[in-house]
């Protein structure tokens, strides 16, 4: 399965993925200051989720490539509340420490 594939499957299915969190998708392939969000979804909160896909291991690179979306998001609208869920076949301890701190 490709990642276009995973993304497809997601913005398809939010309700599967994510139950109970209202999801409704703004867009595929957004594009933010030259930068492509995968997936972009408002939840019942009314809160930006940005959704980063990544086939295999979650490397260092979309880490940071996600809290850059994050930061371009935060500058278009500061007042807009932000989350961020990566989503990756494998995502090593020390990644999920590092993001966890992150908030």
Known sequence: MLEKDIENLIAAHPDEFFPGEGFKL?????????RWIDLLFEDKYS???????KKGILDREASGQAMEYYGLLKKEDDEKICEIILV???IPPERVTFLENAG
């Open 88 to 90: 990756a076949n494998i």
């Open 47 to 53: 809160r930006h989720i940005i959704v980063e896909i």
């Open 26 to 34: 703004i867009g595929q392939q957004v594009k933010v200051k030259g």
